[in-house]
């Protein structure tokens, strides 16, 4: 227990006392939260001090949003919630972006700020970085809290606590004016108010009709098909998750930082026939995975629509913490809802009860096509993938990384960009759970040195972060941090000029370069010297190879420039049919 200078009391015995500060960092404490993200100012440079003082770790940042980044990860990571500390009004706005990405990934994050005095803010007198922080806050995050009372401390963490990790996680904003810092109240009594919460994230258990239910769906299935989304990686189900598929036969498909749940290699990913399976499958089962824009919203041609608004006919099984998500795009025939762990648990007891170990196995026409589609698929990729041209093109040069991950399963892959992000994704296999994190739900640029600073912390693990040039932009000056913590992270940076490509030019043929174009030839190592870290320049594979196996193996801060062909790209990766275009004739 934290504890300020005695004082003496009015009856004059002496009283231990403690203050603000120091109840936060107990309350913290007392629930297992040992890391901080943030970056100091006013009002809380010196709760900063103050909780290294007392034993956890504090990272500082150069950006709020990079600090928020990381939080949102390490709650991914640990299904603990990640803690980003902030100053009032600017930095809390800086915080704000990660902690709404957060929301909409369901990480758990506390974004905690400290926020100026309430009378004058109230009044809108001007004080000092004035602003309604909560009110701005509320709308962007699962739960908003303000705090005014030291005796108050240990239920407003608690309540962020529970918000971000029950149910569907997601972000909590915790509002902490300057002034209850300072506040002071008995240590015993404040010892007292603190709570350590019993049972964060309860299990919901599944009914057990709903169990039949999908179980009696996937029983009849011809062409059954699991799609696992990010929410099946964050529940940590992952022997039932295996057991499951494996036991049922049934081909799956992982979303992006589903990846590795199941080796990549796994004969029954569906992942190389992708598109054929989504259009072809009679009964799918969403494991923890929306049917969001990434999934074309359940319906149109991708699921074998007649047009881009139809419905297919397949029939939905979707394994949903939140009983909204269901029927949120199209019918769900067989909603499951309750907790991953939970779910996957019910259907396998279900499936053993009901057909022992005769289960039948999915037909084997519907496995032949796919590994047929699959194997031609990826004799394809192989190719593609052995050539070598100069200059190094996206696939050249994720070979490379895809050696690296291969060699290195339990190092953690960070991945932002669009070509970048498109073909890593594609490319690079998984071999492990909760490696790849990349840009989620929204597709956001700037979770890449947040992301790996935390993905370091947290997991002591190396990390090596793919990044297009124009995305490792958003959070660039981390490197600094990846330096002065001297953390095993390499950063690849795809240097193709630019925004998707390198080579548009300005129409007008005037002095300034087209706007998805940067400084040609840039040297982005540089940037890593500069801290003391590593640079390193390359060209080819060879040379992209040698650099990430050396900083693989010294585990030094490392960047390493990568020249990409400036015209391997497309307009937006794979995404470029998202861009609107004109209806207006030529
Ligand atoms: C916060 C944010 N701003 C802008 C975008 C739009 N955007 C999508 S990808 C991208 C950058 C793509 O270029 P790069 O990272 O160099 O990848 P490349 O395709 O060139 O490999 C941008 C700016 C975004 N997704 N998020
Ligand atoms: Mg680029």
Redesign the pocket.
């Known amino acids: 227990m934290g504890t300020v200078e005695p004082q003496v009391a009015q009856s004059g015995d002496v009283q231990e006392v403690t203050d603000g500060f120091h109840l936060v960092i107990d309350a913290l404490k007392l629930n297992g939260i040992d890391t901080i993200f943030g970056l100091p100012g006013i009002p809380i440079t010196d709760f900063t001090r103050m909780a290294q003082a007392a034993g956890m770790r504090v990272i500082s940042f150069r950006h709020e949003q990079n600090a928020g980044n990381a939080a949102a990860i390490a709650g991914f990571m640990t299904q603990k919630p990640g803690i980003c500390l902030t100053v009032s009004a600017p930095g809390f706005l800086n915080g704000l972006t990660a902690l709404a990405n957060a929301t909409v990934n369901c990480f758990p994050m506390i974004l905690i700020s400290g926020s100026s005095e309430r009378e004058i803010v109230d009044l809108q007198q001007g004080d000092y970085e004035e602003m309604d922080q909560l009110a701005i806050a509320k709308p962007l995050c699962k739960a908003a809290f303000r705090v005014l009372h030291a005796e108050d401390i240990g239920v407003g963490i608690a309540r962020a606590i529970r918000a971000a990790v029950s149910g569907r996680p997601g972000g909590v904003y915790l509002d902490l004016p300057a002034k209850l810092f300072a506040q002071t109240m008995d240590a015993e009594a404040g010892k007292k108010s603190l709570i350590k919460v019993v049972d964060p994230a309860p299990k919901q258990i599944p009914g057990t009709d709903a169990v039949k239910r999908a179980v009696d769906l996937l029983k009849g299935a011809k062409k059954p098909l699991i799609v696992l989304g990010k929410g099946a990686a964050y529940a940590q189900a992952d022997a039932d998750i295996r057991d499951l598929i494996e036991r049922t036969g049934i081909p799956y498909l992982p979303m992006s930082m589903a990846k590795g749940l199941l080796p990549d290699t796994h004969e029954q990913s569906a992942a190389a026939a992708r598109s054929y399976v989504l259009a072809e499958a009679d009964v799918v089962m969403l494991v923890g995975a929306r049917l969001n824009w990434l999934l074309s919203h359940g319906k149109g041609k991708t699921w074998g629509g007649t047009d881009h608004k139809a419905w297919g006919d397949q029939k939905f099984i979707q394994i949903d913490i939140s009983p909204q998500e269901i029927d949120s795009n199209v019918r769900i025939d067989a909603p499951l809802v309750g907790d991953i762990g939970s779910c996957v648990s019910a259907l396998l007891a279900a499936i053993d009860s009901n057909a022992g170990s005769s289960w039948a196995k999915p037909p084997a026409d519907w496995l032949r096509a796919i590994a047929e589609r699959k194997d031609k698929n990826l004799a394809k990729m192989a190719e593609t993938l052995a050539k070598d041209p100069t200059p190094m093109n996206f696939h050249s040069a994720l070979n490379v990384v895809r050696d690296i991950i291969k060699a290195n399963p339990d190092a953690i892959l960070v991945n ?6 498109d073909f890593t994704r594609s490319i690079v296999d998984m071999y492990k759970p909760r490696k790849r994190l990349d ?1 989620g739900t929204w ?4 979770i890449g040195m947040g992301f790996s600073v935390a993905a370091a912390v947290v997991s002591g693990q190396p990390v090596i972060a793919i ?6 932009g ?1 959070s660039g000056m981390e490197v600094e941090t990846l330096c002065r913590y001297d953390l095993p992270v390499c950063v690849v940076i ?1 240097n ?1 000029n ?4 390198g080579t548009d030019v300005n129409p007008t043929g005037g002095p300034d370069v087209a706007p998805t174009v940067f400084v040609k030839g840039a040297r982005y190592d540089k940037l890593m010297e500069a801290f003391g870290g590593v640079g390193a320049h390359t060209t080819t594979p060879a040379e992209l190879r040698k650099a990430m196996e050396e900083a693989i193996r010294s585990r030094k801060p490392t960047l390493i420039n990568a020249v990409i062909d400036e015209a391997a ?1 497309t307009e ?2 794979r995404i470029t049919s998202l861009n609107p275009t004109s209806g207006k004739k030529k």
Do not use: K, Q, T
């Not at 932002?416 to 992000?421: D, R, S, V």
């Open positions: 932002e960009g669009a070509n970048a992000l840009v597709g956001v640029m700037g990044e297009g040039d124009s995305a490792f958003f795809f193709n630019g925004v998707y490509r790209g937006s990766g």
